[in-house]
T-cell receptor
């Protein structure tokens, strides 16, 4: 069964901490994505990557960075966590090409105190 | 600006009471429209992709249809296990492979 695995289900961090969210997929997908999901705002794209070492900004990249050193792994980095980054973070992957469906991980619920 | 609007925000049905969820979109050229189901505490799970107006797809009690301005997710004789949030997303020509999501419709089916 295909899988997108996010390293933590729940995470609690302090304001100002550097936070790493890890995502691994086992489907040999070229594309990987990071979304955040907030009540009333829906899913918003933070960053995505078409290939190793490549990254593209999504709709809300401010305060975030990403790293993709290997094809199967895509990391989201919060350089200095703030309370407004408390959210559900969802990683997804897809094959290269148009109209390819996204496979999502189970999400990481991050609380920044 | 590309936009996806889903209605209603929430829908309560009795078991067996059929209904429809709406997804209206404004995009500069549609490559595809996607429906996902999301259970509480989980990531979205793919249901359907629709590519062109007039297309329909079915899966068990769900049927998705597409026009040039909107898509409907019809739920026939729903069961309590159909309770979930249903998300609509579009892929626009100018957005590459990144999907634009609506805010979702939360469906509750009671027995």
């Amino acid at each position: 069964d295909v899988k997108v695995t996010q390293s933590s289900r729940y995470l609690v961090k302090r304001t100002g901490e550097k936070v790493f969210l890890e995502c691994v997929q086992d489907m040999d997908h070229e594309n990987m994505f990071w979304y955040r999901q907030d009540p009333g705002l829906g899913l918003r794209l933070i960053y995505f990557s078409y290939d190793v070492k490549m990254k593209e900004k999504g709709d809300i990249p401010e305060g975030y960075s990403v790293s993709r050193e290997k094809k199967e792994r895509f990391s989201l980095i919060l350089e200095s966590a703030s309370t407004n980054q408390t959210s559900m973070y969802l990683c997804a992957s897809s094959r290269q090409g148009t109209n390819e469906k996204l496979f999502f991980g189970s999400g990481t619920q991050l609380s920044v105190l | 600006e590309d936009q996806v609007t889903q209605s209603p925000e929430a829908l309560r049905l009795q078991e067996g009471e059929s209904s429809s969820l709406n997804c209206s979109y404004t995009v500069s050229g549609l490559r595809g429209l996607f429906w996902y189901r999301q259970d509480p505490g989980k990531g979205p799970e793919f249901l359907f992709t629709l590519y062109s107006a007039g297309e329909e797809k079915e899966k068990e009690r769900l049927k998705a249809t597409l026009t040039k301005k909107e898509s409907f997710l019809h739920i026939t004789a729903p069961k309590p296990e159909d309770s979930a949030t249903y998300l609509c997303a579009v892929q626009a020509n100018q957005a590459g492979t990144a999907l634009i999501f609506g805010k979702g419709t939360t469906l509750s089916v009671s027995s």
